[in-house]
């Protein structure tokens, strides 16, 4: 029953979500054995000429490009164009065949990675939580801080701002004349809107926190600092 549930999990988190695995500490070794597998069914392609066995490749290219993060993606996708020229090089009779596959596995290779990664982005900006966190290592960290940060509210803005410069709940209320409760709530809706899951992970967001001073009240910028 636990071996079940942990396949479960595993299946849950790093391969039906977008960019799953990236980040995790099995993306180096998932990215292995899909170009692992694009390499035996090459040397089969090359080693059985009146079959045409690359349209196996496919496979492994999207659950590449659909788990992995941009640079692991890369790499394996370019290990696919690679192996692929290389067969259509050996091959003789069955070339055009190895072409349509070919560009047919391109064009979906890459409608895929752009729907994982635009789905991933989706799901950041809403907030959840359990799925933003696989999507920062994958999109680029200014867009995803953009769109959370576009999704605060100007008080969450305010008590995100302080927060990331060390003040405490109680005096992050004390400051905006605000309950610890209501403190703490709205630093749960910064945390889960921007994914993030620690102190001090927001702190490394001050500086993008700091670029919606438009947004804040001038109780906020009160409570800053001068540089």
């Known amino acids: 029953m636990a071996a079940a549930r942990r396949r479960q999990l595993i299946r849950g988190r790093y391969l039906i979500r977008p960019c799953g695995l990236a980040g995790s500490r099995w993306e180096a070794a998932a990215a292995g054995l899909y170009g692992l597998a694009l390499g035996t069914i090459a040397g089969s392609e090359i080693l059985t000429p009146d079959d045409v066995l690359a349209a196996l490749g496919l496979p492994p290219l999207l659950a590449a490009v659909w788990t992995l993060s941009s640079a692991f993606a890369a790499i394996v996708s370019v290990l696919a164009l690679a192996l692929f020229a290389v067969i259509l090089a050996a091959e003789g009779t069955n070339r055009m065949t190895i072409l349509s596959i070919g560009a047919a596995a391109l064009l979906l290779a890459i409608a895929v990675r752009i729907y994982a990664t635009s789905l991933a982005e989706v799901l950041a900006a809403r907030g959840n939580h359990r799925l933003t966190r696989v999507a920062l290592p994958t999109l680029a960290e200014a867009d995803i801080g953009f769109q959370g940060l576009e999704s605060l509210t100007r008080r969450e803005i305010e008590v995100a701002r302080l927060a ?35 102190r001090r992970a927001l702190i490394r967001m001050s500086a993008k926190l700091a670029g919606q001073q ?12 001068a540089p």
Do not use: F, W
């Open 214 to 225: 438009g947004r804040e009240s001038p109780l906020i910028q009160a409570a800053t600092p």
């Open 164 to 198: 990331s410069q060390g003040y405490m709940a109680s005096e992050i209320g004390h400051r905006l004349q605000i309950s610890v409760r209501t403190v703490e709530s709205h630093l749960a809706h910064v945390y889960a809107k921007l994914g993030l899951t620690s």
